[in-house]
């Protein structure tokens, strides 16, 4: 892995990240948490917005550089 491919690969993947990010943040995320809030008042238990959204981070910011870090080199050496 002497090339920069997989670093490029890292980058370009953890920009997309941010921006899947700031989409579930925006969209998403108002609509987990009025669905949490409607079953509180029913009585059904459901998973937290916040621990989802905490699983999307990670998903975004941890596990999508890795892949690019991986696959950089097969995606932008041909």
């Given at each position: 892995?002497?090339?920069?491919?997989?670093?490029?690969?890292?980058?370009v993947f953890?920009?997309?990240?941010v921006?899947?990010?700031?989409?579930?943040q925006?969209?998403v995320?108002?609509?987990?948490?009025?669905?949490h809030?409607?079953?509180?008042?029913?009585?059904r238990?459901?998973?937290?917005?916040?621990?989802?959204?905490?699983?999307m981070?990670?998903?975004?910011?941890v596990?999508?550089?890795?892949?690019g870090?991986?696959?950089?080199?097969?995606?932008f050496?041909r």
């Amino acid at each position: 892995m002497n090339s920069g491919y997989g670093l490029l690969g890292a980058f370009v993947f953890l920009v997309a990240g941010v921006i899947l990010q700031a989409l579930l943040q925006q969209f998403v995320y108002p609509r987990l948490s009025e669905y949490h809030e409607r079953a509180k008042a029913a009585g059904r238990q459901t998973m937290a917005p916040s621990r989802i959204m905490l699983v999307m981070r990670l998903v975004n910011f941890v596990l999508l550089p890795a892949v690019g870090l991986l696959a950089g080199e097969a995606i932008f050496k041909r």
